[in-house]
């Protein structure tokens, strides 16, 4: 189980069914477009970044999905574009 769940989440989404091997919830972050809408893909990727950034807060999860949703710039659209983004701006939210 991953850091945050469905419930944890602040913000609405769209819940589309995906298989489980679809690159867009599973795998590491890579070239692959984050549907910053999709509650799956969102939550598949906060919860990947607080893995590999070993994160053990909710509310580390909850910044991760706010500066998604509110600061990360619009026309950055892959998973690992927007992983290093947040890297490199955390200290600054």
Partial sequence: MGLITKSDLDYDYSWTTYDNDD???SGEPDSTLLNREEGYEMLYFINKLAEKWDLKKTQDGNK???M???YVPKNIHSQEKI???IKKEWNNY
């Fill in 64 to 66: 991760i999905e706010k």
């Fill in 23 to 25: 690159p867009e919830i």
């Fill in 68 to 70: 998604i949703k509110e």
């Fill in 83 to 85: 992983m290093n983004w």
